[in-house]
């Protein structure tokens, strides 16, 4: 009883108290595993929604980034193509594109720049001077089809401001989070336009035409206040017979060789500022090997010297002044020459006295308050459109720009009726408004004379191509101006196209009024 005792108490109530205090620890154990798996889910969600936050961030901020750069570059383009497109609307400056075609602009540009899920929507919008800007949006294409064909709606022709809003919408990772099914990345850019000075920079053909400011007010104005490029016809810049181009034998060419084809076989260099280095065997670079280039005109031999004078008489017509409008002349004339120190064996040229043109004449005209400065290019005869105009077409061809809404336009009227305009390229052309002629039996010294108009002896720039007048051997640059050639205006019978078409250096003028010569636009502040 005593042992059976013992072994009670051993297996009793003190026992049963020790197995009870032993069993809840192990049950404990077990739930804060449970608890610990609670918390790792709970981080990990966080963990996952803060790296899809991060992504959807920086997914919108790579999305707002794609966007801007469309915005920019649409803006940046309509803007040169609004700048390049000046015209004179009842003598006032408007624009000679419609909203139609400057929405095609806007959108080519936009595609180039897509987002990583497509081209952003756009809109644009253009803005008026004044104290407060008046935004017009822009008109887009019937069935947004490009080039726009139909209705074409005339830009306001106060506007100086172009605007280009762009957005793209994407679906969020926390779009079941946020409640927003898709978010959306916008931005916009803005332009100013302005009026810019001719810049005297840039391809230059062998080919002047005189001076006549009338031309300025009336030849660049649109017939009715229409400037829809289907309506408004392209101006004759040569033909064989214009009166403000045929003087004499002289057509319009010049030749812009180093050396003077007057005072053969005495060689006397041209009153040019800089004859065409590019690639002269009579001046290769220092230490260089001789670079002719190739010959365009058929009539060099193979290669062609750019500084000209082949044989003054016959192969700087044949040979150097075709490839001058292939290569574009890459020396340099002036209208701020002095001359007062002359090149050997070369006359001086002639003062000009008092010219009547100098009243109201374009920017530059820096010879107007000196009479004695300016470059003087000697002549060339013969028929542009016959020996130049293929090699002319070549040029545009090669480093012409297929203009929006002008370029697959079909010519309605005129001597290139039926022609597509095609590419076209601005060149700059000096305009002349004096000239002499050449005697090789004068006296030494005073074989140059300036020519005066048979009707006025006082004012040589009335010279016109009626009359008695000599032919003029050589001319003096007065000013320049950009025009803008189209392959499909240049034949044998006529060469065609439109004044002005430059686009200027911002810095020059940033709040100039338009003009139809030259203007900029650049990229301001969007507020």
């Known amino acids: 009883m005593q042992a059976g005792q013992r072994g009670m108490v ?9 197995a009870s205090r032993s069993v809840p620890f192990g049950r ?96 644009l919008q253009f803005g008026s001077s004044g ?64 009026g810019t000075g001719v810049p005297l920079s840039g391809p230059v053909w062998p080919m002047v035409r005189h001076y006549d400011p009338t031309e300025y007010d009336t030849r660049m104005s649109c017939p009715g206040g229409n400037c829809d490029f289907t309506q408004v016809a392209p101006m004759t810049f040569w033909s064989p017979n214009a009166s403000n181009v045929v003087y004499g034998n002289f057509k319009g060419l010049v030749d812009m060789s180093r050396y003077s084809s007057r005072y053969s076989p005495t060689a006397a260099q041209q009153l040019v500022t800089k004859w065409d280095q590019s690639g002269s065997a009579q001046a290769p670079p220092p230490g260089g090997p001789t670079n002719l280039l190739a010959d365009h005109s058929g009539n060099c031999g193979g290669t062609w010297d750019t500084a000209g004078g082949e044989d003054p008489q016959n192969q700087d017509k044949q040979c150097s002044i075709p490839n001058w409008f292939y290569y574009a002349f890459r020396g340099a004339v002036s209208l701020t020459s002095t001359w007062t120190a002359l090149p050997a064996n070369q006359e001086a040229p002639s003062a000009l006295g008092t010219r009547s043109i100098c009243s109201t004449p374009p920017d530059p005209s820096p010879s107007c308050p000196t009479s004695t400065i300016g470059d ?78 048979s009707h006025s002896g006082t004012d040589c720039s009335q010279l016109t ?36 078409g430059a686009f200027g250096d911002p810095a020059s003028c940033q709040t100039c009024a338009l003009n139809p010569l030259a203007n900029t636009a650049y990229l301001v502040p969007d507020d």
């Open 376 to 453: 003087w290019v000697e002549t060339a005869g013969g028929n542009v459109g016959q020996n130049m105009s293929d090699n002319m077409k070549a040029r545009i061809g090669l480093d012409g720009t297929w203009i929006e809404g002008r370029s697959n336009q079909v010519v309605l009227r005129g001597p290139n009726s039926g022609n597509q305009y095609g590419k076209a390229l601005t060149i700059l052309v000096y305009l002349w408004d004096c000239a002499e002629s050449f005697s090789s039996s004068a006296p030494a010294g005073s074989q140059w004379s300036l020519i005066m108009p």
């Open 28 to 123: 404990y154990s077990r739930d804060e595993r449970g608890q610990a798996l609670v918390v790792v889910a709970l981080a990990v969600t966080v963990l996952l929604a803060a790296v899809a936050l991060g992504v959807d961030w920086g997914y919108g901020l790579t999305q707002r980034r794609l966007t801007q750069n469309a915005a920019d570059s649409a803006t940046a383009a309509v803007g040169k193509y609004l700048a390049t497109s000046v015209v004179l609307i009842n003598g006032s400056p408007g624009f000679g594109v419609s909203q139609e075609n400057a929405w095609c602009v806007a959108r080519t540009y936009v595609a180039r720049n897509p987002s990583t899920i497509g081209p952003a929507d756009f809109t």
């Open 465 to 500: 191509a009626s009359g008695n007048s000599p032919t003029p051997d050589r001319v003096h640059l007065f000013t320049a101006a950009s025009f803008t050639f189209y392959e499909g205006l240049v034949s044998t019978q006529a060469i065609q196209g439109f004044w002005g």
């Open 10 to 18: 051993c297996g009793g109530p003190e026992s049963m108290r020790s």
């Open 131 to 194: 104290p407060t800007t008046v935004w017009t949006t822009a008109a887009a294409p019937a069935g947004d089809t490009c080039p726009a064909t139909g209705t074409a709606t005339q830009i306001p022709s106060n506007t100086i401001y172009l605007r280009v809003e762009t957005s793209v919408a994407f679906r969020p990772l926390l779009a079941g989070v946020i409640g927003r099914s898709q978010i959306t990345a916008s931005a916009s850019a803005r332009a100013r336009l302005s």
